[in-house]
């Protein structure tokens, strides 16, 4: 028998569970987040892409790897009858066990098979949903089959570039376009802030975009030698979008404290010179709780933390991304 499970299932990033448990201990939900094994079951919403506002609640988790969005608890008698519950609702499931391994193994083998394949750039997240499912005991089944993230259990492995890029940096960027399904092209202008040694810039040279690469120290000298990447030996933040001029696509790396680069972005987002940010807010000690809300209250943004991220969230803004009805939500 199915029963829905009243608020969120959180798959914490590895790492960082405190600051998740502390997110939503502080949560404005009354209660206590409840655990099993590596989740936490909470009432606390999650923050979700698109549907920022001015004002976003002290309560909003942005701290997790995935979360289960329609959780559902179920009582199985078979393996057989477990899988049947599973496939009943889609085909995509992953599993995400902590105890019944053997268990859940033979479940595993009755439910359709899902690529463990490296993924190539370029690459989009599938429209499909993606469930995620647990074992509680042998024979209580937690699942959802729908989750915050389209990739299994929120990590996306790519076929790593091993000999071109100065830093493994740019999985960051590539998970950041996959996950909104937008990046540059051919004919856009980009500006990378904070970008030695030039994995991002690398990246986004790869697409065929044009790229001004801006830092106090150069990036690699390979990349100096593309016709399509220009050097600005500058600190970012002193320069006014004017100094720039119009822009598609502003990506910034750099390490700073949060508020300092949410003040920079203001300066571009206020200059209506470029349409399009990935910017990595990158935590000094003491994760910036207010700071990332001010970037979620941004009409259209999105915050999470991605697979490739360390201690450390992503700002995406991509307002075509977001537009499109394809568009993961």
């Known amino acids: 028998m199915d029963a829905p499970v009243k608020g969120w299932v959180y798959q914490p990033v590895p790492g960082f569970e405190s600051h998740l448990a502390r997110e939503l201990s502080e949560g404005g939900s009354g209660c206590a987040p409840q655990r099993a094994g590596p989740f936490y079951l909470s009432e606390t919403p999650p923050f979700m892409p698109n549907g920022a ?21 179920a009582v199985f008698a ?5 899988a049947s519950i599973l496939r009943g609702i889609q085909r995509n499931w992953v599993a995400a066990l902590f105890t019944q391994y053997r268990r859940g193994a033979l479940i595993m083998k009755k439910l359709p098979p ?25 024979h209580t089944l937690l699942a959802s089959p729908r989750c915050s993230s389209p990739f299994p259990n929120g990590t996306l492995e790519f076929e790593e570039d091993k000999i071109h890029p100065p830093s493994r940096a740019y999985l960051k960027l590539w998970e950041a376009f996959a ?16 970008a030695s040694p030039g994995g991002w810039t690398w990246a986004l040279a790869m697409l065929d975009a044009t790229v001004a690469a801006v830092d106090r120290v150069s990036i690699d000298d390979a990349l100096l030698t ?8 500058h600190d970012a933040f002193t320069l006014k979008p004017e100094d720039i001029g119009r822009i598609d696509w502003l990506c910034c790396d750099v390490i700073c404290y949060p508020p300092r680069l949410y003040e920079w972005v203001e300066k571009w987002l ?56 394809s568009a993961l939500r």
């Open 53 to 73: 506002s001015p004002d976003i609640p002290r309560d909003t988790v942005f701290w997790f790897q995935n979360c289960w969005l329609e959780p559902f608890q």
């Open 78 to 82: 078979s393996i057989s009858e477990a």
């Open 114 to 138: 899902l690529s463990a394949k490296r993924r190539p750039f370029p690459w989009r997240a599938p429209d499909s949903p993606m469930g995620a499912w647990t074992l509680l005991d042998a």
């Open 179 to 194: 996950l909104t399904g937008a990046m540059p092209g051919k004919h856009d202008r980009c500006l990378d802030a904070g």
């Open 226 to 233: 593309l016709p399509n990447v220009s050097f600005i030996k």
């Open 270 to 325: 206020a200059s209506g010179l470029c349409d399009n940010f990935v910017c990595t807010i990158k935590m000094q000690g003491e994760p910036d709780f207010e700071t990332t809300r001010r970037f979620a209250a941004i009409p259209g943004s999105r915050v999470t933390h991605l697979h490739h991220n360390k201690h450390e969230l992503t700002w995406i803004y991509a307002p075509v991304a977001s537009a499109s009805p």
